[in-house]
């Protein structure tokens, strides 16, 4: 049995609570959370003992599942690594980019494993892709969600459209060239609604946009590539893949169009 440790146990904390008791051969040993209102709500309906030192639930686990808010992710990574334990945390990987060179470079000297929760690597909609080439010269990217007073301890770069980001480095091939953003805070102290265009060298350029204070949800991404458009759609796991039709065929605008559909996790 693997040994796990969370630390964390709020809103997104639950959800994981609820994934690793679905998860065969995982012994949860505990959980550590400063608010004792959520922590008694938690021993109760998970039957979990609450530690009160995370140090020493660290000490207890194979491995630690870190759910606090961003500005404790370093804190408790640091400490898990140096003490030979594998780790889960939470997207953003930390607070700063020092921070986040600190981790890898930490987790890579101690040999434990190390990841980051980017679940949209996951998700049905982009695995679909699995098999088709793929070489964007255009991404567009919205991800818009309603205001949640959860997770605005950080910008809607680090909150919302990293996730995005993360695909597309995957995607595209090739260098960065420039960045150029801009963002406002309207609801909050930090920036609530972002665009980004990144340029690489190769010639794409990717332009996203995220917001948190929209009145609807949606997590799309379209790619345009030669003779073929794909559209991702994360909210509703669905792809769809529009492409032109042979070169002589005798009506070359029209479009066979594939979608793939998958369960929602």
């Not at 400063?34 to 922590?39: E, G, H, K, L, S």
């Not at 686990?61 to 003490?83: G, M, Q, S």
């Not at 169009?257 to 369960?263: A, D, L, P, S, V």
Request: with cysteine; charged share 25%.
């Amino acid at each position: 049995m693997l040994k796990i440790g969370v630390i964390g146990t709020g809103h997104l904390g639950k959800f994981h609570l609820n994934n690793w008791k679905e998860i065969p051969g995982i012994d949860i040993v505990g959980f550590y959370d400063p608010n004792d209102d959520i922590a008694k709500d938690v021993s109760e309906k998970y039957q979990l003992p609450r530690f009160l030192d995370g140090d020493v639930l660290i000490e207890s686990c194979d491995a630690v599942d870190i759910v606090a808010p961003t500005n404790f992710h370093f804190e408790w990574c640091e400490k898990a690594i140096k003490k030979g334990k594998h780790v889960f945390v939470e997207k953003p990987l930390a607070n700063t980019m020092a921070e986040a060179r600190e981790l890898v470079k930490l987790a890579a000297e101690s040999g434990v494993k190390f990841q980051v929760g980017h679940v949209e690597r996951f998700n049905p909609a982009f695995l679909a892709l699995r098999d088709v080439p793929l070489n964007p010269m255009f991404i567009e990217v919205h991800r818009l969600a309603q205001f949640n007073p959860r997770g605005t301890e950080v910008s809607v770069i680090l909150d919302l459209m990293i996730h995005d980001i993360d695909i597309i480095l995957s995607i595209v091939k090739s260098d960065v060239k420039n960045i150029s953003a801009s963002g406002v805070d309207v609801m909050t102290e930090t920036p609530d609604i972002a665009n980004v265009r990144i340029e690489f060298h190769n010639g794409c350029v990717a332009n996203l946009t995220s917001s948190r204070i929209s009145m609807k949800k949606m997590r799309k991404m379209r790619l345009f590539q030669k003779d073929s458009y794909i559209g991702i759609d994360f909210l509703n796991k669905k792809t769809e893949i529009i492409k032109l039709k042979e070169p002589g065929d005798s009506n070359v605008f029209a479009f066979d169009i594939e979608t793939n559909t998958g369960k929602k996790l």
